[in-house]
Structures are given as structure tokens and as C-alpha cells.
């Protein structure tokens, strides 16, 4: 009896909720680190990242105007999906990044306990963050802090031990507080990008809200960098591009930038943070 | 004194509550004082009927008063004499599984085929047949009532001419948000005048507020009150033209108005909530809430009717499934 | 027929599948008691829905004893990300078999099935959901200090809102780390019991949550167990003050959250239809049988005839009866010994001199009901204006001015709620400011969410539950919010 041939997919971008091949036809070949040609991935154009920004932007409002509960429950499920799957997950780090079953294994443990701990800040950052303050007068005074709108975000692979970690330390802090976030996936690890989409398309998250593009992205970065409707740039993951120039092309519309970070950074409030605003409220207080 | 200029149309509902200084002024102040809404609040309570629960002879029961109480409704560009004629043997044959059904309380059509919907109800309209349907038109400029007071008007008229037995007339939501609360409160009297036929009766008049362009509550509970005050009939949510149009939080604000009305003066005022009600379901919910907020009196044509076209091949579809005891479905119900 | 008699809409109770004896669940299986078995009926028909065990003093021991081998053998040392996870597991089973938990509240409790489906059981399920994710975050509640459990937590909670007080007392606690030994109240133990099954579902490790049924004595050994590092108590403040005494002394560290006589205080430019929906809900909601309810209507005085005759009509369109009716409003009252509380606190407020209105709802023959009622012409030193009812019975006063409001809200040895109807932001914001309430509710009431802090000032009782308030109670910092050591 011969082998049984496999059916073989092929990969799309995720964009608003749907899986379109590339506006430009384009395709990037990935290989295993053992050289061994693994699929064809769609390599985004700056029409698909423009698609995708508009995408987020239509998404942002319902996500954000979402109860904290309801975002946290979403995201929750997103890691009883990534558990579902770690399956699939395993085989693609194993593959993508020559490593053994165990240590594959260690990373998708990670991957799936640090989404969770993102997923719990949805009702808590604001308790943590924002506050009453005590001003000097007669006023109730109220801090808040709230999404900032469309972020565009590098994934990073500067070592191996990232290719979902690192998805996730990009992609949960993002959306935790109602961000809408377009991910460029890293060139190397493009397909567990795509597993992760498949988790997405699975969970309850609104189409729009999680968009990830494939492929090469030093030419399309430029655009995004300076697009004016994306309100920050998570430059984490974007360590082997010329980030600096990045920073400078977003200085025009002074989007917030989060500058590279080396290594596998730790969870932190603070990415949490990094992509909200803090908006005071002031209201007069008198009895008569 | 008031000068003629400033003082409104006179409407005695409006004289009795507020004195006879009626101006632009005392109208305002009088709605402004009015209490306001919490929309949480009214959220809330519109809530609370979506968790009653209707079965057995209650369902039956209410599904027949809701067949009773709709005015079917086709408010196209498209329209024809052969659409009307359509709508008509289906607003008297609801079912066509069971001519025992209820029959709609109205059909509901533009000003120029009010002449063929009389004539195609025949011996059920209700000059014939006081049991039977009547014929409601809608009028003043519908649906955005941008016109003339002279077209509006005439429009009006031209319908009530016709044989429409009902007016349903739209507010000016330009003068409303633009706080010329006076020049809304004459319109509506003056197209309440618009109604009175050579003998004397007049045409019942249903106002719309179109509460999807007045946005807030708090207009939503002035304006009911407005038309109240000028001598509406009903007062009736949209023209189903515009997003959203009924709503349960909107009803409940309104369906509040005619019971404070009642309850300070003994009047009756109707309320017809239009567009958007589609299900079944949602319509047994409304009746939960006039009955709950208003009172049963209003479940009944004379003071209660839906607005709506599909809605009624839904109810008819209900009512089956309980006679037969299983799902029905479109092909057991008449097109239009 | 009329149409407003709805007819039956009954929830079907086939969905249990209940046992006929319940033991008690120790060290992570339902274990034999020598304990007298009692019985718990549904206050709606006075049927008996199973039996359980009154636990004894050797019980409560036992099960101490398992909840410190549980903390110091495992849940102490397991990681907040773990703990976390199986929290998000309990959360997760309770939405799973919430239909089922809402049936067995409504029959255990009498409240009805509208609430416990929309409210009590989802409520349940949302603390789980909000603590779980503190678990592995501790430190960003404590401003920097370590973060240290306190060991067994001892936990009795009332029969109000049986699960969703569970719910309260254990997420928190197993979220930072402890274990614990709860008591469901008497008249209430069954979804305690669905909820060890629950446990067990989730593999939660043994020991971590145990659960004893039992009435007063088997509570007073639980408090006063001298293996135990905290006390958890809600109910009555004679009892709360009972437990404080006793426990005065030691190191033990206690919460209370205790009765209340909560004010509902009306502006003669509130939004009046909502204030009666909110007024509506303060007192009648669950039967009236909540310690922040809002007992006392405190009506600015040129409205209070608008007031009151919008509130009796709509207090007319309340439906009293099967709890299990998804159309019924108000339900039974818990007990036969609520019922003759509540009767007697309401006769003393025709004697005292107020006007006493009831409802024209039928009620049913079997079973413990009381109609919804309302006193008029109530002065703040009668009775009515003063103890805790428990029940659906409220106490109008009036008032003349915004000071004078606040001086009679907080004219009360009890400080737990309060709500405030008005148009005006401003003094919304000043008044809310002066009341002296734990929780205060604007042009709204009876709201609760696992990130909002419930809890009383003064006789209402210490500590909060809720937010990041009610996790610092379950832990040992220099950071305490009332609680004691």
C-alpha cells in the first residue's frame, strides 16, 4: 500500500474576519529550517495592510464600546482554542524552528499561560491604572484609562522561542483594553501567524479586531509607519528592520511607538499600557 | 395679552393644561418641565418584557389581538392599484389555511391608492362593515414631511377625500430639534383641521414623531406630549423609513405619556409602534408592555396598532403552529 | 380571559438529579456524617427537595484539618498561573450547567427563576471569571508588597443568594491562595452542594474547597475553630457581632458584611418613572430579602404624592407566586421563621401609627408569602424606619431639602447602601459624597459586578468583596481595608 497523499493548505491573509489571498498575487515560499519546502505563503502588499488598517479602524468602535467582561471572556476563549490546537502549534515551531517535541511543547505552555494572563487584565487594568484623584476643590475627578485606536504591530523572531510566544506577548496586551491591531508577521514563522488566525476565526473575536498579514515586510513597513489613520506603532518585534526610520516617519502624526525590545520579553502591564490613553473627568460637586 | 401672531392654534386639550396663554413660551416651559428619562433606566424596564414568557393561551390569545391590531402596510415608490389590491385580500384572508383567522384592524398605503383600497375592500371596509378594516393614509410630505404647510396640507386632504378613515401625518423633526416647538404643536393642528370631512366627523389622526431622528429619550417623551397636546389620536413611532424605528425603550417612554395622559385627564390617546418588528416574538413583547405600563384598555385597534408588513405572515405562522402543533413556514402563509 | 393573566410558563425541574441524602464534601469526595440529618424543603410548596446533615464539631475539624493539608501541600505552593486555570474551569462549568443551578436555587430559596437564570447564577460565574485572572497577578494589588495568603479561610455564608454569596467568599480566597471550609446557611445548602460536584468536575485538588452543611452551632465551631487564619461572615448583624466578640483577642483575621437599612432617597427632579423602577427593585427584588436593599423611600416631600401613587400602581402589576414561573416577579419568603419575622416587624408599623398598603396579588396556600407592602407616614423613630425587615416591605419618609436627606439617610446604626434620584450631576455628586454608605447606587439600584467593591460602614459591617478590595481581604499585607490583623 503506498502513503496516503495529504491534502495541503494553502495559506491566506486575515483580514476583517476573512482569509483573502494577497490583492497583489504575490507569494513567499517557506522552508523548514531543515531546508524542506513547507508551503506558499501570501505575501502582503501595502494595498493589503491599507485594507486591513481599514478593516481595524471599522472594528475598533465595537470592541472597545464592549464591557470589559465580555472582551476578557473572548479572550479566554482564544486560549481554550490555542489549547485545542497545540497540536498543530507544536508541529509548526518543531518544523519552522528546528526544535525538539519537548521544547516545542514548553513554548506553546508559555504561549497559552501568558495569553491567559493578559486575557484577566481586561476587567482589572483600569482598577490598576486609573483612579479617583483628590483634587484640591470642590470636583469629582476620575481617571480612565481607554484604547488608543489602531495599532500597527511587528512580531518578533529575534531569537529562536518566539514564533507563537511572541505572537502572543504582541497580540494580547494590544487588544486587551479594545485596541485593533494589525499584526506583520514575522518572515521566518509565518505559519503558526496563520494557525494563530485560524484560533481567532474560531473564538468569538469580531472580524477586524486581530488582522494578520504574511511575507517580507521591510517595503510595506514604511507605509504603515506613516499611514495616518493607525494611531500607534508597536515597533517590539521589528528589531532587524530599520526601526529608526520607522520612529521617524510615525513622529508626523505622533502615533505612540514602542521601540524594540531584545529577547523574549517577560508579560507585562506595562505593554498593556503602553497602548492606552488616560482620559481625567471633572464633574462639580454642590449640594444646593 | 398674547398678540395673534405669537399665540398657537388653539387645541382645547392644550388650553385645559396649560391655561390660555398658549405661546411658543408656556408650551416650552410646560415640556421642559416634564420629568426626564434615564435611558438605563427606561432600558431597563424595556428589559424586563423581554423576559415574560407567553405560552399556551396566552400566546393564542395574544396572537389573534396582535393579527386584530396590524395595519398592513405598502409604502413603495413601486406601488400599484394590482399591490394594493393584493395587500387588501390578504389584510381580510390572514391565513390562507383558515378563513376563521382574525382580520387586520387597517390597511395602511399612500394618499393616492386610498381610492383603491376602498374599493377593494368592498363590503369589509368599515363604512360597510363596522367590524371591518379601514383604510389609513399616510400624508403630510411622508416620509421626511420637507414641504409646504400648503402641501402638506392638501395632501392631507386629498386622502381624507379619498376615504382614508385614518391620517397617519408626520411631525417636522427640523423645527422640533431646532426647538420651534410652537410652529410643530400648529402643524399638527392645523393638519388635525386637514381632517374634518363635509359631515362634520373627522379622520383619526396618528402622529409620527419618527423618534430615530429625535435621538434622545427626553425629545421622544417631549415630542409624545407635544402631540398629545395638539390633539393627536395615536401617537405613532416612525414611518419605518428611517434606522431605528420601533424600539422597546422608545415605546415604553411613549406608551408613559399616554398613561399620565389618561391618568391626569381620563383621555385616551393610542400608540402605534412601526417598523422593525418583524417576529412574532417581539410583537407578543409590546403587548406585554402597553398592558403592563398603559393598561389593558389599550389592547385593542381603537387604541393600539402595529405598523408592519412581514409581521403579520410571522403571527399567522404562530397561530399555526399552535393549532397544528408543528413549525410552519413561508410557503403556508400568501405573499402580499 | 384576561390578558394579563398569563397563563403557566413553569421551568421544568426534571433537569436535577439530585441525591436523596447529601453527606458532607471534605478533602475532595462527599464523605458519612454522624451528624442528624435534616431535611430542606422549597418555601414555595413546603416540599421537601433532600436531605443533608447537620455537621458536628468532629466534622468541622476534619475538614479544617483537610483544608490546611490541601494549603500547606499543594495550593501554597502551586503557581498563580495554575490556581488561576482552575478557577477559569469552575467559572466555565458554572455557565455550563447554569440552567440547571438556577432550577435548584429557585427551588431551594423560593426566589424566582427569572432571577436566578438572569442574575444570581451568572453573577456566580462572573466573580469565578474576575478573581480567576487575579491568581497570577497578585503583586499589581498589593502596591508592591509581597503578596501572602493567610492559611484556611472559615466561610458562612446566608441563604439570600446562596450561590452567588459562594461565589463571593471562595474565588477571592482560592485566587489568593487559600483554602477553605464553607457553610451554606440551613435553609439553603443545595446549590453549595452542586457546587462541590462542580469541584470535583474541574479536578480542583482535594482539600482546596470544603463544603459543611449545618445551621447555627455548626457555624459557631467553623468560626471558632483555632485552625483557622480568617473568618468570612455574612448574615445578620447580631450574629456578626456574636462572631466579633468571640473572636476577640486572637489573631484571627475577619470580614463582615451584615444587615442594612438602606435609604432611597428621591429629588423632586429625578427621573420618575426610573425611580420607581429603581425603587421597585431596591425593596422588592429577591423578595426584599437583601441587606442592601432599599428599605427606607425617602421622598422629597412635593413629590411624594406623584410618587406614591405611580409606585402603588406599578406594585399592582408585580406577579406573586410559583417561583419556578418564568412570569412570576416576587417568590416565596426562605422560611417559615423569616415570614413570622416580617410580620411582626410589619404589624408593629400600623400600631407605631404609619398607613399600611399591600398589594391586591393573590396568594398561594401553601407555602410562606408576604405581599408587597408599603408604609406611609413612617417617622424615623418607628420601628419600620429603624430594624431590618428582611422582607418586601418598605418605609416611606419624606423630606424637605437635600441636607435634611442626607441627615436622615444616615440617621441608622447600619451604613450598607444607599441610592440617589436626581437629574442634577452636581448634587448627585455632593450627596453621594456625604452619605454614609459602603455602596451607593446613582439613578440606579441594586447593581453588582465582581470589579465593584460591595460592603458597609459601621454596623453593616468590615471589609469589602468585589474589586481589587475584596482580593486584598484574602490577603496578608500591610495593606488592610478594614478588616482585622
New interface residues.
Partial sequence: MSERVAVKKTYKLYIGGKFPRSESGYTMPVVSGSGEHLAHVAQASRKDARDAIVAARGAHAGWAGATAYNRGQVLYRIAEMLEGRREQFVEEIRQGESVSARVANQQVDHAIDAWVWYAGWSDKHAQVVGGANPVAGPFFNLSVPEPSGVVVAFAPQEQKGQSLLGLVQTIAPIIVTGNAVVVLSHPSQPLPAMSFAEVLHTSDVPGGVVNILTGERASIAPWVASHSDVNALDLMGAGELDWASLEEAAAETLKRVYTPVKGVPAVSLERISAFTEVKTIWHTKALG | MVSASQALAPASRASSVLGTDLSEQSLRRYLNGL????V???N??AGHFQ?????????R??LD?AIRMVDLTTLEGADTPGKVRSLVSHAIHTDPLDHSAPSVAAVCVYGDMVGHAVEALGDKHVSKDPSGISVAAVATAFPSGRASMKVKLLDTEDAVAAGADEIDMVIDRGAFLSGRLGEVFDQIVRVKEACKRPDGSYAHLKVILETGELATLDNVRVASQLAILAGADFIKTSTGKVQPAATLPVS?VML?AVRDWY?ATGEFVGYKPAGGIRAAKDALRY?VAV??IAG?QW?DPHLFRFGASSLLNDLVMQRQKMTTGHYSGPDYVSVD | MSFLDYSPAPESTSILKLQKQYGLFIDGKFQGSRGKSFATISPATEKTITKVVEATSADVDKAVKAARVAYDKVWSRMPGSERAKYLFRIARIIQERSRELAVAETLDNGKPIKETRDFDIPTAAAWFFYYAGWADKLEFATGGATPQSHGVIGQVIPWNFPLMMLAWKVAPALAAGNTVVLKPAETTPLTALLFAEICQEADLPSGVVNIITGAGKTGQALVEHRGIDKVAFTGSTRVGRQIAKSLAGRSTALTLELGGKGANIVFDDAPIDEAIEGIVSGIFFNQGHVCCAGSRLLVQENVHDEVLSKLTRRIETLRLGDPLDKNTDIGAINSKRQLDTITEIANSGEVEGASRWSSSCDIPSKGFWFPPTVFTGVQASHRIAQEEIFGPVLSVLTFRTPAEAIEKANNTPYGLSAGVWTEKASRMLSVVDKLQAGVVWANTFNKFDPTSPFGGYQESGYGREGGVAGLLAYLKTPIRTGGRK
Fill in positions: 420629568p426626564r428619562v434615564d438605563i433606566g427606561a431597563a424596564r423576559t415574560r414568557s407567553l405560552k399556551t393561551e396566552t400566546k390569545q395574544g389581538l415604553v408613559e391618568l403587548l398592558a403592563e389593558e389592547l
